[in-house]
């Protein structure tokens, strides 16, 4: 009886592991390149971000081919300045920031405990956003169409068309479409890392790596809307002559540098947080023992990602800004780098509480921040207003950013690709090659900056394609570049160490550095995700929990199966990570691909002014994502409660703060609002710099403006009152509600959009109602969307996917229309009583 009873246990097990496997495992075939499976993603994501890294490293070799000699003609002075841009703008948009949301994507997952992030087809979405986007962008080059202005941009050389001809265009919507992949990779990592950590992993217990990608992305969510606005006052200027940054009409390219720093300076910090991510799971794990000073290291990445956004005119100093701006700013660049050298001794206290292990991880690991710390003293130097004043532009702070960046951030990379790369095939990469490869980088690196200090300091400009012979900088360019080449030859190694064929050797152990975090627990050669959602109760649970692995893939804790064929996974509590919910995320789609080709279609069209092909583009992206949403969220379950395991059941469905959705659609609107608020910014920024803001131009009509604000509040209410109704079970009500409520927003609309045109307010004539109408075409744009939302939501009733139990979508729209209240409010009282009312 014993045995029958183990016989049949075993034959359901298999039963179970067959069924998970259907569920996640990788699609073959075309639907392989539609799959939404978090490993896949996160290589596909990684490998793209390398791809673009090694074509902006490629651009670099020739520059140095260009200054290895005085008055060299290698290259011409319009390719260097395109090769220069794009360097820097592949460099920081499509390889610093994508390497680690594609990094985030591939560990976050197993690392938390979890099979899938809480909207896989947004992570496909971002994907293939990023990619298309790059390619655009790169892709300029060979058509000597690249943007040549620096990769900032600055106006008003970057907005004259004579001077900067299409390329400043294409750098500016190809840059647009990948921000927006960003933030979507953004609004997936927070949600994930609040909402779907395994039960029992309170927020004390999360991986440091965990903590840090939630400080980035919520710095993401801050840093990059602010340039998304920039870039709309940018276009605006370029294509429709507004003239925001034109000093003749009122404007000030100053406002420009405002915006574009304020992105900027805490992108640094985006780029080097991650990394010091990565040093913090890889320290401990060849210290073997847990990080010294947890909750010193998660209050100092707090701390920096705080400061990180007081410090953008760090990058102004020698813009003419008054002495108490300056000494603000100076003290704040000074400050920083405390929580930066908590970070520091954190890893320093560890390796010696331990026994270090000096493996090619740790050897490029530690050899980074050895660069970084160089990094950082310079900082400290060009911090300081005075010397900055000597340094700024000159080839002292390309020797300063290169220290920071490659030392805080590509040798950690490379550390955590030796480190995580057996989590693929669970084969390691090789020691020798990855020992040689380190030390070409780190002499190579070495050799090629540090004299450019020295260049800086003898007065050597940044972006000049030659210089001549007699003014002694000759040979320190020789070595720069001869150092270069060496580093190259190294990220060479790394690339055929990667690439090289290795189906020959033997798979190795699933665990070989004896890791103690979750995201080493899996056994499936085919990387289909956890067994089963464990019970976690420490910060190293394969460390402390003994036999955790065993239990997880021997099916003993949370959905060991997938029996209704759903891809499921768990919910838990923002601090306590209690079970509170089973969520179905959808699975493989053709929908992420046709959505993102077609936005960036409509991104490209727009470049080129094809109006035609941009409104073709646009709307069939709006009907791919009309239809993403209609089949892939909010479906009514088959039952209300499912048994997930352990005697615990919990709802199939959930809506309000509750839901993921939710979540998301808060985490959007808040980015939403930054770029709103920098707009406002701009407004009162133009207001404080002029005499008379206005320059006699009649304002916006103060009773239209007021109009406009009563109906959009209406609107909202009605919007509430729905939400009320529906709750109550009066369906029909609820219904007219929605009729009204949209039909107030249009009115609304419409209102706002007669204050700046019944005076007859011209935008090409001054900056003061150009500013205007940008403020209202945004409020008026998002009021547009807002109507689709309230259709939406109508047409979910009708089809009976929207009822009082399940009213998720209905939520999330009464969420979206409290910003968007916000936004008008805000916008009218703006407009009519600004200066007006002074």
Known sequence: MSAAIKERSREEYKAQEERLRAVWANPAGWRYWTSVNNFQIGLWYGSAAFAFMLFAGALALLMRLQLAVPDNDFLSADFFNQAFTLHGTVMMFLFAVPIFEAVAIFLLPPMLGAREMPFPRLGAFSFWSFLLGGIFVCGSIFFNAAPSAGWFMYPPLATDKQFSGIGADIWLLGLSFIEVASIAAAVELIVGIMKCRAPGMRINLMPLFAWYLLIVAGMILFAFPPLIAGDLLFEMERMFDWPFFDAARGGDPLLWQHLFWIFGHPEVYIIFLPAIALMAMIVPTFSQRPIVGYSWIVLAAVGTGFLSFGLWVHHMFATGLPQISLAFFSAASEAVAIPTGVQIFVFIATMLAGRVIFSTPMLFGTGGLAIFVIGGLTGVMVALAPFDWQAHDTYFVVAHLHYVLIGGMLFPVVAGLYYYYPLIDAKKLSDRLGRLAF?????????????????????????????????????????????????????????????????????????????????????????????????????????????????????????????????????????????????????????????????????????????????????????????????????????????????????????????????????????????????????????????????????????????????????????????????????AAMRGLLVLSLLTTVAASAAGLAAPWSPGMDPTRHVYPAIVWILVIWVLAHAALGTVMQAYCLARSLAGRLTPKHDMDLSNVVLYGHFLLVTAVITFATIGLFPAAM
């Open 439 to 731: 030390w070409l980088m780190f002499c190579g690196f070495n050799i090629a900056f540090f004299p450019m200090h020295l260049s800086g300091l003898r007065g050597m400009p940044r972006r000049v394609f030659t210089y001549p012979a007699e003014i002694g900088l000759d040979w320190l360019n020789l070595i720069s570049t001869a150092g270069a080449f060496i580093f190259a030859a190294g990220v060479l190694v790394v690339v055929f160490d990667v690439l090289r064929p290795k189906h020959r050797e033997p798979r190795g152990e699933f665990n070989p550095w004896n890791a103690g975090t979750l995201e080493w627990i899996s056994e499936s050669e085919e990387n289909w995700g956890v067994r089963s959602i464990p019970i976690v109760r420490s910060r190293y649970p394969l460390w402390d929990q003994k036999d955790l692995a065993r239990k997880v893939n021997g099916g003993r804790y949370y959905l060991p199966d997938a029996e209704e064929g759903w891809r499921e996974g768990l919910v838990t509590s923002v601090l306590d990570a209690e079970p509170i919910q089973v969520l179905r995320v959808g699975g493989t789609s053709h929908v992420t691909i046709v959505s993102a080709l077609s936005l960036g279609a409509a991104f490209i069209a727009l470049t080129f002014h094809w109006w035609i092909a941009t409104a073709l583009a646009a709307i069939t992206c709006f009907c791919a994502v009309i239809y993403w949403l209609w089949t892939g969220t909010g479906e009514i379950p088959e039952k209300p409660e499912k048994d997930v395991g352990l005697g615990l059941s919990l709802p199939l469905y959930a809506s309000g703060p509750d839901s993921v959705g939710w979540w998301a659609m808060f985490i959007t609107m808040v980015g939403d609002g930054t770029a709103f608020a920098s707009l406002v910014f701009g407004y009162f920024f133009y207001w404080t710099i002029h005499i008379d803001f206005t320059a006699g131009i009649a304002g916006p009509d103060a009773a239209w403006s007021l109009a406009a604000a009563i109906l959009f509040a209406a609107a909202w209410g009605l919007m509430v009152a729905a939400r009320m109704f529906n709750r109550r079970g009066a369906t």
